[in-house]
């Protein structure tokens, strides 16, 4: 059996679950080897835990990188997460273009309508640059803004979401999903837009009311390693989807703080399991 190899160029936090704690589990579970290159070390995720200790790792991964390229490590793809300076969007973005393959950039730099803190606009730029010839981008709906330089929508219509994926589709010359989107048709739902070559559609899935850190990457992971094994963009992200809706109810209904993020040690299973029922519905 032909075992998928694929760099992920995310943080790691010492508490909580997030970036490479979900990332690692996730793909190996569907059957992907993971080969992680950290971009910094943080001693808790950064969503309620007060002061984090935080160390930026741009010069170890510069090394990581070449001694990869040494071996030479076989990599069938690249998956990357939180960067933590435009010198590492610049390092990600060479690093992909000579691994090929699958390129996946979650381009995490805001959520809620606003850039992250830590960001200022030149970041903005780096990752416009990263995701030019990326694969599959998976911009939230703050990231999606910020990436075309639009208003912050906090609900979108058909119309307005095809617009917004065609405007990323450019811009990346690939295929576009836009996560945590809010769709006037669907008031009381979480849906995802995507396009591809094949169309645009929205995937639609129950709405759980609570917000959970690391529900991004955990989403990212499961569609790249259905990408990775070959399915379609929408089986991807369908997939995806109902992980992540399973992953929230089992953590809401056993009540535990949202900062903890989701209880991924007990939803991993169903990963395993035909997906939930989630609907999709064309743009």
């Known amino acids: 059996m032909d075992i998928k190899n694929v760099a992920a160029l995310h943080d790691l936090a010492a508490y909580g679950r997030c970036s490479l704690t979900c990332v690692i589990p996730v793909l190996s579970l569907m059957g992907v080897k993971v080969c992680p290159i950290p971009t910094a070390v943080y001693s808790s995720d950064t969503g309620g835990f007060g002061p984090v200790y935080a160390r930026e790792l741009t010069q170890e991964m510069s090394r990581v990188m070449d001694k990869l390229r040494a071996l030479p490590a076989r990599l069938d793809g690249a998956y990357s997460g939180y960067l933590g300076t435009p010198d590492q969007a610049d390092l990600v973005g060479r690093f992909m273009r000579q691994v090929g393959g699958l390129r996946v950039v979650d381009p995490v730099m805001g959520d809620e309508g606003k850039l992250y803190a830590a960001f200022d606009g030149s970041m903005v730029e780096k990752m416009r640059a ?73 995937v639609v899935a129950p709405r759980v009311p609570e917000h959970y850190p690391g529900t991004g990457d955990i989403f990212t992971s499961v569609l790249t390693g259905a990408l990775l094994s070959g399915q379609s963009l929408m089986a991807a992200v369908s997939r995806a989807a109902a992980f992540v809706y399973d992953c929230m109810a089992i953590t809401h209904a056993a009540g535990t703080p949202a900062r903890e993020g989701v209880l991924l040690e007990r939803a991993l299973p169903k990963l395993l399991d035909p997906p939930s029922p989630v609907a999709v519905e064309a743009l």
Not at 161 to 183: K, N, P, R, Y
């Open 130 to 202: 990263l995701c030019q010839g990326a694969s599959v981008i998976t911009p939230n709906l703050t990231e999606a803004a910020l990436l075309l330089d639009w208003p912050y929508p906090e609900r979108l219509s058909r119309a307005e979401a095809l617009s917004m994926l065609e405007a990323l589709g450019a811009l990346s010359g690939g295929s576009v999903v836009i996560t945590s989107a809010e769709l006037a048709d669907f008031p009381h739902h979480k849906c995802t837009v995507a396009r591809d070559a094949a169309g645009a559609f929205a």
